[in-house]
């Protein structure tokens, strides 16, 4: 509790004076009692990404896992695709769990419906991302990071998941049972 609101609750309990907090703060920032607490200024160790200028050139992909079928079903994996310049949910596909396969699927109804994107920007997950070296030393790719260089598709993996703001914005979306 602040000095401001405890000093309006006794001049109400006690004078029976009837004031706000905020007006008794500023009597008091007035009076040279109180101070102004100043904003600490928003302090971002990364710098934010731009967003794609047009449709289709970036898509953002991610699995949520949630009981989507609330008890009436086996828990199982949503695969979703957002456009990153429209923030549109532009794919769906719900799997068991996330798969090569389920999100080699998902790709694959993408790129019928809408064709090729530049990239496709997801997280670091072992689908995406190969987490130890080959024999010869080096990263190895993925099935799912080689199919996409077969294609001419640029697979970008994030550092975190705020960087791929857009698509768990739309998981948190999807899975908000008063939505």
Not at 8 to 23: D, M, Q, R, V, Y
Request: charged letters at 25%; one cysteine or more; glycine letters at 8%.
């Amino acid at each position: 509790m602040t000095l401001p609101t405890f000093a309006a609750e006794k001049l109400n309990a006690c004078e029976g004076l009837k004031l706000s907090k905020e007006t008794l703060r500023q009597w008091m920032i007035a009076a040279g009692i109180w101070k102004k607490r100043t904003r600490k200024k928003a302090y971002s160790i990364h710098q934010s990404r731009e967003r794609r200028t047009r449709f289709g050139e970036l898509v953002q992909i991610d699995g949520s896992h949630h009981d989507w079928f609330e008890g009436r079903g086996p828990k199982c994996c949503l695969l979703v695709f957002v456009d990153d310049a429209t923030s549109r949910i532009i794919g769906l596909h719900f799997d068991k769990s996330e798969t090569t396969l389920g999100y080699m699927h998902l790709i694959q109804q993408h790129l019928k419906h809408y064709g090729r994107p530049l990239a496709y920007y997801s997280d670091k997950h072992g689908i995406f991302k190969v987490t130890k070296k080959g024999a010869n030393g080096k990263d190895q790719d993925t099935q799912l990071h080689r199919a996409l260089k077969t294609l001419q598709i640029e697979l970008i993996c994030a550092h975190s998941s705020q960087a791929k703001g857009r698509v768990e914005r739309n998981n948190q979306t999807l899975q908000d049972p008063s939505g």
